[in-house]
């Protein structure tokens, strides 16, 4: 793909290890908080292979629906939730996160984390939901979900795990994961 005036086009990808990345970024709360738990996955290509470099965000609510407003994110204390993290691929596609639970941001409503991805051979970042299977009448109630058919709805809602979630981002083929498109300044 070429940019304009026939220039190269760019991806968002390969990354530095050493340039995104930090230490903590995957660690929202340490893993012995009371309450904490573990959202986990892989990055998967269309033929399954995992993906190596990329780079997974997490935005989320806490524990009591709040979405947390204070600045400091990348400045771990080993204690303060802060609503989002980072985490680096391994080199089987794996990423995890230690966080909370959150808890849905609109009365009655289902439980979410927002995601981004950002790998090589990307031009953008793609942005979706990882929705939490623990309130069927909440997920069957979401606007998001409603829309999508029955068969693609499955690829935005974790799994249950022994320590938290599993949810595996999909990049392309029949179990590609939906991604979503980010309207600046639109609510939702």
Same mark, same amino acid.
């Given at each position: 793909?070429?940019?304009? #005036?026939?220039? +190269? ?19 929202? *709360? $340490? ?14 290509? &269309?033929?399954?292979?995992? *993906?190596?470099?990329? /780079?997974? #965000? *997490?935005?989320?609510?806490? $524990? ?5 407003? #204070? +600045?400091?994110? /990348?400045?771990?204390? =080993?204690?303060?939730?802060? =609503?989002? &993290? ?6 089987? =596609?794996?990423y995890s996160f230690t966080t909370l639970r959150p808890a849905p941001a609109v009365a009655g409503g289902p439980a979410w984390f927002a ?9 953008d970042r793609l942005l979706t939901r990882v929705y939490l299977p623990?309130?069927?009448?909440? /997920? ?8 999508? +058919?029955? =068969? ?9 795990? +022994?320590? &938290? ?24």
């Open positions: 793909m070429s940019g304009p #005036e026939g220039t +190269p086009g760019q991806t968002v990808g390969p990354f530095f290890g050493y340039a995104l990345p930090y230490p903590g970024g995957d660690t929202l *709360v $340490p893993p012995g908080r009371d309450g904490a738990i573990r959202l986990a996955g892989r990055v998967v290509d &269309g033929a399954g292979a995992g *993906v190596p470099d990329a /780079l997974v #965000e *997490v935005w989320q609510a806490g $524990p009591t629906g709040a979405v947390v407003r #204070e +600045p400091g994110s /990348l400045r771990r204390d =080993g204690w303060s939730f802060t =609503g989002w &993290g980072r985490a680096a691929t391994d080199p089987t =596609g794996a995601v981004a991805v950002v790998a090589r051979g990307l031009l623990d309130d069927p009448d909440a /997920l069957a109630g979401d606007r998001l979900l409603s829309s999508l +058919p029955d =068969g693609r709805r499955s690829t935005l809602i974790a799994r249950p795990g +022994p320590d &938290g979630y599993r949810f595996d981002v999909v990049l392309q083929g029949d179990r590609e994961t939906v991604f979503l498109q980010h309207r600046p300044g639109h609510p939702g």
